[in-house]
């Protein structure tokens, strides 16, 4: 089978998710060594930033959302790819190394490119409306709704944001449950 190609860099969590991509990526994968995310790697994703794509693979944890979020902070036109939880864990651990080859692809096909972010006047009050939001049961739908759009896990202030970065409206979102 012939590898994956990806011209952006790929950051992931540590070197057992590296070991794991390389395997069938043929591309420049870069670690955090954990949550802290050294300054280094950081001031090398912004400049590599300039020429290349920077795509966020993280763990679909809380320490995965936090790396997702500094370096969202530090580059605005980060790119996101998604692991669905249930896809990640083996061995009593969560984790992308944890996932399999078809997974890792089916989340590097369908990225959030936040560079490209479209005006959205998709508002919380539209998620609660949809029952996406603030009443029982929502959390459920919510969660079906941000897989189905490989918008990852996350609060009903999750979905709003990257449901707007995603550009995608009230009618948008009320087509995909229905």
Do not use: W
Request: glycine share 8%; proline share 2%.
């Amino acid at each position: 089978m012939s590898k994956f190609t990806h011209s952006g860099i790929i950051v992931v969590e540590g070197e057992t998710d590296r070991a794991f991509l390389s395997a069938f990526i043929d591309g420049e994968i870069i670690i955090t060594n954990g949550s802290s995310v050294p300054c280094e790697t950081l001031e090398y994703l912004k400049t590599a930033s300039k020429d290349r794509d920077i795509i966020v693979l993280t763990d679909p944890d809380f320490p995965g959302a936090q790396i997702r979020n500094k370096i969202q902070e530090a580059i605005s036109s980060s790119k996101h790819a998604f692991m669905k939880k249930e896809d990640c864990i083996a061995r009593g651990k969560v984790g992308v190394a944890e996932s399999d080859q078809e997974a890792v692809i089916e989340a590097l096909k369908h990225l959030l490119d936040n560079s490209k972010a479209k005006e959205s006047s998709l508002t919380y009050y539209d998620l609660v409306e949809l029952g996406l939001a603030g009443s029982n049961g929502s959390s459920i739908k919510r969660q079906a709704l941000m897989e189905k759009l490989h918008l990852g896990y996350g609060s009903g202030k999750v979905l709003l944001d990257r449901a707007r970065k995603a550009g995608l409206s009230k009618k948008d979102l009320a087509k995909e449950i229905a």
